[in-house]
């Protein structure tokens, strides 16, 4: 369960319900990190649009590939079971994301594996990013917006991160619907909550 006590949709109103509303219509269910929320609708709206606003400008697979990065370098199961499950379902086979996972990169182009290790270092300590780190995306064809929009990807990762993870949010139970070497291998940090936990939460 979340370390804070926010309010819940059931009892939410305004702005919060139609938050926790949207959530649902989404997946299904309204997400656990959607319920730390509870009491500051307004900052999920903010996130919601700087997140639109970053995507606008990237390739869907590079934002999926550069988030991941991002989140595995957090220590963010959320995260990183999450944004696992999209490039699974949308651009990568089993085999690949179980490589890389592991670390492996052989199924991607130089330049993703260029993004995916400048995101590590912009969550990890972001004055370590060389101007070195920059020439390679460049030399792999990055233009100068599009290294901005690396960087701005993963920094944006390490707020929304942070906070679900600080205040306690567990990812999903639904996430244990995914393959369980892959799902193992991505639980870097907060363990997967378990349905008994959710239903609890929601008064259930």
């Known amino acids: 369960m979340a370390f804070i006590e926010a309010t819940p949709f059931k009892d939410s109103t305004g702005d919060a319900r139609a938050m ?5 219509a989404r997946f299904g269910y309204v997400p656990n990190y959607a319920k730390v929320f509870g009491d500051r609708p307004d900052i999920m709206n903010l996130w919601a649009n700087l997140l639109a606003g970053i995507r606008r400008h990237v390739d869907p697979r590079r934002f999926e590939l550069v988030t991941f990065a991002a989140a595995r370098e957090l220590g963010s199961s959320y995260c990183a079971l999450a944004h696992a499950k999209v490039l699974q379902e949308k651009f990568l086979t089993l085999e690949e994301m179980l490589a890389l996972a592991a670390g492996d990169h052989g199924s991607l182009s130089e330049a993703e594996a260029a ?9 990890a300590d972001s004055s370590s990013v060389t101007r070195e780190d920059v020439e390679r995306l460049r030399n792999t064809g990055l233009r100068e917006e599009e290294i901005f929009d690396v960087v701005a990807v993963a920094a944006a ?5 942070k906070l679900v993870d600080a205040l306690g949010a567990e990812p999903d139970a639904s996430f244990m619907e995914m393959e369980e070497d892959l799902r193992e291998r991505l639980t870097v940090g907060r363990p997967i909550a378990s349905e008994e936990t959710e239903r609890m939460e929601e008064g259930g």
């Open 115 to 123: 993004m995916m290790e400048v995101a590590r270092k912009v969550v």
């Open 157 to 161: 990762r390490a707020f929304f991160a």
């Open 20 to 24: 926790f509303a949207r959530q649902q």
